[in-house]
């Protein structure tokens, strides 16, 4: 740890911050000209004209000037421009890495608000000097400043010529308005107790110059450690939270909103991207989670035990229940949106959808034994296994043909394969799938010449593997070219009125045509059968 002698200005080196004397530490924003470590070794002349420089004989000058600030007296400062060596990757990963502890460990922490004018006068009150300019501050925006605002006991504010504001204490109503951290966490310094998705909020709003860096400056404030990688992106801001579950069981970690997707056909993985996703979970708490497993990550997702309940609104989804309530209503419970794989029973990824309420009067279900699923850890697209997926249509029993029935065309066009044997095959298309996470198609066939037609409707639910369907009398002469394109389209759209189940059955002039979705004869297969029963 290099820290500057607060009579000379020369740096000086410590093994850590507890076996270094007392020291000031300073909280600011960067600007132009400011010193790094390599240029202390110039003479101070040199560097006088720098506004850098200018800034740390200000901050040494307000310290020495004002004892009454300081817990004890102090003989060294640390300023983050030129305290740590930016050249050495090793060295800026531990400062990265011990940085809150530092803010936490200091004498005093003086905060530097360079866009900020305080009101003089006899009749301005300490704490009330200041006026909206100062809730405006740069200071407030960036996401370094963040765990300057948490780790330090008290921050005392100066304005940009280094009149005191006034403190994190004095005003801290202010303060909390501003970054929306409750009022009583500022005064008393019990943020460890606020909730994973509390924390994220405060950093929602923030930004930082390097992407990286909105996760490696939240390091200190979940108290964990891992190494820098500039260049992954975002990430860092995954690999933050992977290491947050290690100890950590805060279920409020998955309660971030995942509507922001860029691509609304993408199911998104386990863990937000960016702490803006976070930027609602100011009010999530966590509940009581005595009967709750741990996280694992496995090479098969996020392994955790949840209760889960389908979504009534939305056929083929499911939601999964949090040990989380939203602190406005504590009758609810937070649940997130998800979709079952095709290929594996307890494996779902999360759809591209907020957080949702939950009207829950009895919490025991969230105390009661859960199943174990794996939600995957990556975004991906919602149908990744819709490409494979096949949907056979066969006779009575596969490779037996349709007696007395003959195809005539389909919506979507081209989607259906007959082969020799008078089976039909469809691969889902990828692009198909509806809101509701569906993909609809309507076949039209031709009975005897003077028995007319029938449309078969199925709308199949590729990620969970199954169909409903549905059957409806055709026109006695099957329309041809455009027209018939148009009627089958018409037919499509106005699905939803007619698929009923996973079977249907249609009386005709004679007889009867009946439906049944079953067990495809092959995994990622969905099998529907089709017979003409007689009179």
Same mark, same amino acid.
């Given at each position: 740890?290099?820290?500057?002698?607060?009579?000379?200005?020369?740096?000086?080196?410590?093994?850590?911050?507890?076996?270094?004397?007392?020291?000031?530490?300073?909280?600011?924003?960067?600007?132009?000209?400011?010193?790094?470590?390599?240029?202390?070794?110039?003479?101070?002349?040199?560097?006088?004209?720098?506004?850098?420089?200018?800034?740390?004989?200000?901050?040494?000058?307000?310290?020495?000037?004002?004892?009454?600030?300081?817990?004890?007296?102090?003989?060294?400062?640390?300023?983050?421009?030129?305290?740590? #060596?930016?050249?050495?990757?090793?060295?800026?990963?531990?400062?990265?890495?011990?940085?809150?502890?530092?803010?936490?460990?200091?004498?005093?922490?003086?905060?530097?608000? =360079?866009?900020?004018?305080?009101?003089?006068?006899? =009749?301005?009150?300490?704490?009330?000097?200041?006026?909206?300019?100062?809730?405006?501050?740069?200071?407030?925006?960036?996401?370094?400043?963040?765990?300057?605002?948490?780790?330090?006991?008290?921050?005392?504010?100066?304005?940009?010529?280094?009149?005191?504001?006034?403190?994190?204490?004095?005003?801290?109503?202010?303060?909390?308005?501003?970054?929306?951290?409750?009022?009583?966490?500022?005064?008393?310094?019990?943020?460890?107790?606020?909730?994973?998705?509390?924390?994220?909020?405060?950093?929602?709003?923030?930004?930082?110059?390097?992407?990286?860096?909105?996760?490696?400056?939240?390091?200190?404030?979940?108290?964990?450690?891992?190494?820098?990688?500039?260049?992954?992106?975002?990430?860092?801001?995954?690999?933050?939270?992977?290491?947050?579950?290690?100890?950590? #069981?805060?279920?409020? !970690?998955?309660?971030?909103?995942?509507?922001?997707?860029?691509?609304?056909?993408?199911?998104?993985?386990? @863990?937000?991207?960016?702490?803006?996703?976070?930027?609602?979970?100011?009010?999530?708490?966590?509940?009581?989670?005595?009967?709750?497993?741990?996280?694992?990550?496995?090479?098969?997702?996020?392994?955790?035990?949840?209760?889960?309940?389908?979504?009534?609104?939305?056929?083929?989804?499911?939601?999964?229940?949090?040990?989380?309530? #939203?602190?406005?209503?504590?009758?609810?419970?937070?649940?997130?949106?998800?979709?079952?794989?095709?290929?594996?029973?307890?494996?779902?990824?999360?759809?591209?959808?907020?957080?949702?309420? !939950?009207?829950?009067?009895?919490?025991?279900?969230?105390?009661?034994?859960?199943?174990?699923?794996?939600? &995957?850890?990556?975004?991906?697209?919602? =149908?990744?296994?819709?490409?494979?997926?096949?949907?056979?249509?066969?006779?009575?029993?596969?490779?037996? &043909? @349709?007696?007395?029935?003959?195809?005539?065309? &389909?919506?979507?066009?081209?989607?259906?394969?007959?082969?020799?044997?008078?089976?039909?095959?469809?691969?889902?298309?990828?692009?198909?799938?509806?809101?509701?996470?569906?993909?609809?198609?309507?076949?039209?066939?031709?009975? =005897?010449?003077?028995?007319?037609?029938?449309?078969?409707?199925?709308?199949?639910?590729?990620?969970?593997?199954?169909?409903?369907?549905?059957?409806?009398?055709?026109?006695?002469?099957?329309?041809?070219?455009?027209?018939?394109?148009?009627?089958?389209?018409?037919?499509?759209?106005?699905?939803?009125? !007619? !698929?009923?189940?996973?079977?249907?059955?249609?009386?005709?002039?004679?007889?009867?045509?009946?439906?049944?979705?079953?067990?495809?004869?092959?995994?990622?297969?969905?099998?529907?059968?089709?017979?003409?029963?007689?009179?």
């Amino acid at each position: 740890m290099h820290l500057l002698n607060i009579e000379t200005l020369h740096l000086e080196s410590f093994t850590t911050e507890t076996t270094a004397p007392p020291f000031a530490i300073l909280s600011h924003t960067w600007g132009e000209g400011e010193v790094t470590l390599q240029d202390l070794s110039l003479p101070h002349k040199t560097l006088s004209s720098r506004p850098g420089w200018q800034k740390i004989t200000r901050f040494r000058d307000a310290v020495t000037h004002h004892p009454h600030l300081l817990s004890e007296p102090v003989s060294h400062l640390w300023v983050d421009t030129c305290c740590i #060596d930016k050249t050495s990757s090793a060295e800026l990963s531990e400062a990265i890495n011990s940085m809150f502890r530092w803010y936490r460990h200091a004498t005093c922490c003086f905060a530097l608000l =360079g866009d900020v004018t305080a009101m003089r006068g006899d =009749g301005a009150e300490e704490g009330g000097r200041v006026g909206a300019d100062f809730e405006a501050s740069r200071w407030f925006t960036r996401g370094w400043t963040l765990q300057e605002l948490l780790a330090p006991s008290d921050v005392h504010f100066f304005d940009r010529h280094w009149d005191w504001i006034g403190s994190k204490t004095t005003l801290a109503e202010r303060i909390s308005a501003r970054t929306s951290i409750d009022e009583g966490i500022i005064l008393s310094g019990e943020w460890p107790f606020a909730s994973v998705a509390q924390r994220m909020s405060w950093m929602s709003g923030r930004v930082t110059t390097r992407v990286e860096d909105m996760a490696y400056c939240l390091l200190g404030i979940f108290d964990v450690h891992m190494p820098m990688l500039y260049g992954e992106g975002e990430r860092a801001f995954v690999r933050l939270q992977e290491e947050i579950i290690k100890d950590s #069981d805060d279920q409020s !970690i998955l309660a971030w909103d995942a509507s922001g997707s860029p691509d609304s056909s993408q199911a998104v993985g386990a @863990f937000a991207t960016h702490p803006r996703q976070f930027r609602n979970g100011g009010s999530v708490e966590c509940l009581p989670t005595s009967h709750a497993g741990p996280f694992a990550l496995t090479n098969k997702g996020l392994q955790i035990d949840l209760p889960i309940i389908e979504h009534q609104d939305s056929p083929g989804q499911k939601i999964v229940l949090l040990s989380c309530s #939203d602190v406005r209503d504590v009758t609810t419970v937070i649940g997130i949106k998800v979709q079952p794989d095709a290929t594996a029973s307890s494996r779902y990824t999360r759809l591209p959808a907020p957080p949702i309420t !939950i009207p829950l009067q009895d919490h025991t279900i969230l105390r009661q034994p859960s199943p174990t699923i794996y939600l &995957a850890k990556r975004d991906q697209p919602s =149908g990744r296994h819709t490409g494979t997926l096949k949907c056979l249509l066969y006779g009575p029993s596969p490779g037996r &043909a @349709f007696k007395g029935v003959e195809f005539i065309g &389909a919506s979507p066009p081209g989607v259906w394969n007959v082969n020799k044997i008078h089976t039909m095959t469809m691969l889902v298309p990828r692009d198909g799938v509806d809101d509701q996470g569906e993909v609809t198609t309507v076949l039209l066939f031709q009975l =005897g010449d003077e028995e007319g037609t029938f449309c078969l409707i199925l709308s199949i639910l590729p990620t969970v593997g199954t169909a409903r369907v549905g059957l409806l009398l055709g026109p006695d002469k099957a329309p041809e070219g455009e027209m018939l394109d148009k009627m089958l389209e018409r037919l499509r759209r106005s699905a939803s009125s !007619i !698929i009923k189940s996973t079977w249907a059955e249609l009386v005709l002039k004679k007889g009867k045509v009946y439906v049944k979705v079953g067990i495809g004869p092959a995994p990622s297969v969905i099998g529907v059968s089709m017979s003409r029963l007689p009179e």
